[in-house]
């Protein structure tokens, strides 16, 4: 009722009637898709404050006119997945964050605010799993620090995963995670003398499948009814934190955080991870255009996989990722499209729409890279041939795939 009070009184040649404004307009489009870095308790600048949103009016429009920020995601327009409107910005919000700035920023009325949403979150859960007490980090010269902690599900039955959510306790230092379920027979450092979880740049060869990632503005994932993963009896899940020095101090700062489980004894339809990808390869010193494609024929004798989600995963050099089945009829669905890639911004897929192949379709992974020098996310100089390995400076090329 206010709100129609107020437009109603506004005068031709108001602001909040010709042009777009900050509480009534930007402020929506940033708490929908930047709040999640940008705020006090986030990775970097603050939005919180409406002054100092409008002194960085012209850095918005610059960076989310190159398509920067928010960090690249996969176009919806590809297929479309759950939370792609908070995850990749659409052409008429860039237009509209532009428009704001050319007209110098006006921050209108706070009462024509929009409500904010319910906060996301599926809890509760059936287990909340965390590292066993808070960690400080210790960064290396180039500000990160990737620690895993042994997570026990304490299981002693099989037990099916039907969603996760990850319970970020410090989202000023924690950049990324990945959950691997480790099998009962691999052997994981203990911990000894008062350290907490140990330090995992990569993640071990066999026995270590993928479970789940996340980062920030990750949503939780939810199974559809009747699904689930699998965890074997006595298995441990592993943590794998990604932490980020992204501020003076940070190295005093403390982190627990874990993930909330849905749990069920048993499911209709078992979920399996695929790594889908590449694991041969060599990216040349220099080469600004290089590209891995991983190309499966598949074969009638397979059985026919549905696939409900993605995660795609490179490293630095990373610059695009494109998943795509084409069926034997000729006809072709787009999985996954990223035109750009952000190591710091990966995260599962969840397709709205599952796609099926069956025998006679390819299946084509591409992931494209630039190792040359003028990647600003090169980590070394000069550059060198990179090849497919699991620390940060080598290269990988999955989908990790959720189907059944
Ligand atoms: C996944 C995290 C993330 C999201 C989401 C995100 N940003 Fe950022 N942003 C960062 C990080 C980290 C930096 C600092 C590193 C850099 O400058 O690239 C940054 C820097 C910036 C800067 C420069 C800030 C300064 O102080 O100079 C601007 C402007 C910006 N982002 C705009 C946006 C806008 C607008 C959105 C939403 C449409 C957005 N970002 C969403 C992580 C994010």
Known sequence: MLVLLLSACTTPGDPADTGPTYYRDVRPILDNSCARCHTDRGLSTSFDDPASVQSLATSIQARTQAGTMPPPAPDPSCADYDGSDALFLSDEDKQLLSDWADAGAPLGDPATAPAAGPPLTTAPFDTELRGTAPYQPTF???????????????????????????????????????????????????????????????????????????????RPFLFDEGQGMKIRAASRLVLQMHYYESFEGAAAELDQSGFGLHLEDEVDTEIFALPLGVEDFQIPAGQANAEEEMFVPWSEDWAPVTIVGVFPHMHLLGTGFDFNVQHSDGSNTCVVEMNDWDFHNQQAVHLDEPVRIEGGDIVTVTCHYDNSATNPNQPVDPPQDVSFGEGTSDEMCYGFTYGY
């Open 140 to 218: 290396d010269e180039t500000g990160n620090d990737y620690r895993c902690f042994v997570l026990d599900v304490g299981n002693t039955t099989a037990a099916y995963v039907t969603g996760f959510e990850a319970l970020v306790d410090n989202p000023r230092i924690v950049h990324h995670i990945v959950l691997w379920n480790v099998a009962a027979s691999v052997d994981l450092p203990a911990e000894t003398g008062g350290e907490i979880g140990f330090a995992c740049d990569g993640f071990g060869e066999g026995g270590w499948d993928f479970f789940a990632g996340w980062a920030p503005g990750g």
